[in-house]
């Protein structure tokens, strides 16, 4: 396995009871990407040193899921996410 990267320590912590909120005064529907992978490469570790940043993304051949949900005014969304073993 590669060198874990940023992704793993963040799939620990939402395992372990931390979650990420988000909050917003636009009544609007929000979109949620929710992307999660293994980091075999040991490629994530440096472009995912900010989580929010674009070129955090997963090398082709890590294991991955992603899913897309939408958020409604006062909802509580829980996505779930699997990531299939390599």
Known sequence: MG???VSFLLLANIVNGKAFCFV???PSPQ???ATAWIDEAGASAVSCADI???A???????PQ???TAELL??????IALQIPGP
Do not use: F, M, N, Y
């Open 24 to 26: 917003t005064t636009d």
């Open 3 to 5: 060198s874990g990267g």
């Open 31 to 33: 979109v949620l990407d």
């Open 56 to 62: 955090c993304q997963p090398s082709p051949g890590d």
């Open 65 to 67: 899921v992603h899913r």
């Open 52 to 54: 929010a940043s674009v």
């Open 73 to 78: 005014w006062g909802e509580v969304k829980i």
